[in-house]
């Protein structure tokens, strides 16, 4: 008996943002565009880049009911610097208790961990060719939101929010806020290479911003003053 398997594929087209500047400016866009593909892919998850909890808060208002989970990843407790001097960055910071109750009570899970791409190997300032450093510098060719969005999957999927080849959608952006959503297919950090999958482009940046500090890149858009407060 000759058994045949047909594969069938389907081609869609569809609508992929390119912004004109990187950054906060961007962030409902993204969100918004994150949720419409969620809901035509029926994808359950989404994860959102947010180092005080502020693009998580706005995220609450377009993913506002129980058909799609929220996992937020955080960065480690640090800082960085913008035009009004210091900003405290790491949701679960003391500074960040009002946002952490608030998307706590709202079901959303909060993640923080080891960035893949920045291991104990980026305290050498790059200066050597180790295979993290060539993966971080490689992705930020594409935006430094593409690799946001794929390494915080990476980082949902070793913590055990995402279970390993789930497609969701992730969300990350540049320096602040949301500029970058992509639909992939996680994977464990250590299968990277063999099972990740980046598999549709929402929205992204045309641009990336070039300058060390890149809020002050002419590419940049967004407002900082309200990652000066420490009210929601």
């Given amino acids: 008996m000759l058994n045949r398997i047909i594969s069938i594929v389907t081609d869609e087209t569809k609508e992929i943002t390119y912004f004109g500047f990187c950054g906060e400016t961007n962030t409902m866009t993204t969100l918004k565009a994150a949720r419409r593909r969620c809901d035509e892919l029926g994808i359950r998850d989404v994860i959102i880049a947010s180092e ?9 208002k377009v993913f506002n009911d129980d058909r799609i989970r929220i996992t937020v990843v955080t960065h480690y407790p640090s800082r960085t610097w913008g035009p009004k001097g210091e900003i405290p960055i790491g949701l679960n ?5 009002e946002f952490r109750k608030i998307l706590e009570e709202n079901g959303v899970r ?27 510098y490689t992705l930020e060719l594409f935006s430094s939101g593409t690799k946001i969005a794929i390494e915080t999957a990476l980082m949902a999927t070793d913590a055990g929010a995402i279970e390993e080849g789930t497609e969701i959608v992730s969300c990350g952006g540049t320096f602040k806020g949301l500029d970058t959503a992509l639909v992939v297919k996680t994977a464990h950090s250590e299968k990277f290479f063999r099972k990740f999958e980046v598999r549709e482009i929402i929205t992204k940046p045309r641009y990336r911003t070039s300058s060390e500090n890149q809020w002050d890149d002419e590419k940049w858009r967004g407002d900082l003053n309200k990652y000066h407060t420490s009210e929601p």
């Fill in 110 to 136: 909060i993640i923080q961990g080891t960035r893949p791409f920045a291991p104990p190997a980026r305290g050498i300032q790059w200066d050597y060719p180790v295979a993290d450093a060539m993966i971080d």
């Fill in 52 to 60: 005080t909890g502020r693009s998580a808060i706005e995220a609450l």
């Fill in 93 to 97: 910071r003391k500074e960040y208790s």
